[in-house]
């Protein structure tokens, strides 16, 4: 599985746009980026998924590049509450897939008023 | 959220006494995972399952087993506990309905103690 590399912490205020990148060049042609968000005392929640160029959903949006070596998550307009630990993953999609997830240290971002 | 339930919630055991935490899901879905979560460490796989009686190792898995009886049920057993499973635990699940996605629901946790 394609590891990953991501900013321990980022700092941002509120109704600023945040942007966390996260790097993964082993990446290979059957994996997706997928990025959780995880809470004080709740277990990691799923934000969103891609494969490349631009998704975007309610809550963010995911961009990456023809390369797919990198991927950035943009939070527009943050607030208090997105206060949390962001984790950037690479997961297999191949035949067998299982679904395992792998998990790094996550961005921890703290969004001040 | 997705019907995931672990019990018990908060647990506190003694070095060498057998532990077991539950998972329960009420969404039929196939796949379930057991995590720990340590400062430092973020999320770690320790088992899953894929069916009924069907599970497999993760990478944290010595002194861990686990069962698959019902769908609904994943049961995590510590056989003699030690301080180093001091821990929060999480289970998720995943359908297959959605086979592209990443998407995993994660129950509240258990926070386990070992003195």
């Known amino acids: 599985l394609a590891k990953t590399t991501q900013p321990i912490s980022m700092d941002s205020y509120e109704g600023q746009e945040v942007n966390i990148t996260c790097s993964h060049n082993?990446?290979?042609?059957?994996?997706?980026i997928t990025w959780y968000q995880q809470f004080p005392s709740q277990g990691p929640r799923f934000i969103i998924q891609g494969y490349k160029t631009k998704v975007t959903n309610e809550v963010a949006s995911l961009f990456i590049p023809a390369d797919r070596k990198s991927s950035t998550l943009s939070l527009p307009r943050v607030s208090l509450s997105d206060t949390a630990v962001y984790y950037c993953l690479v997961v297999s999609h191949g035949s067998g897939n299982t679904g395992k997830l792998i998990f790094g240290q996550g961005t921890t971002l703290q969004v001040k008023p | 959220d997705a019907g995931i339930t672990q019990s018990p919630r908060h647990k506190v055991t003694e070095t060498g006494t057998p532990v077991t935490l539950r998972c329960h899901q009420t969404?039929?879905?196939?796949?379930m995972y057991w995590y720990r979560q340590d400062p430092g460490h973020g999320l770690r796989l320790i088992h899953y399952s894929y069916g009924v009686k069907d599970t497999d190792k993760g990478e944290v898995s010595d002194g861990y087993s686990v069962s698959r009886s019902k769908t609904e049920d994943f049961l995590l057993t510590l056989e003699s506990a030690t301080s180093s499973q001091t821990s929060v635990y999480f289970c998720?699940?995943?359908?297959?309905?959605?086979?592209?996605?990443?998407?995993?629901?994660f129950g509240p946790g258990t926070r386990l103690t070992v003195t």
């Open positions: 998720a699940i995943r359908g297959t309905g959605t086979s592209l996605s990443s998407e995993q629901y």
């Open positions: 969404e039929n879905h196939r796949y």
């Open positions: 082993n990446i290979a042609t059957n994996d997706y």
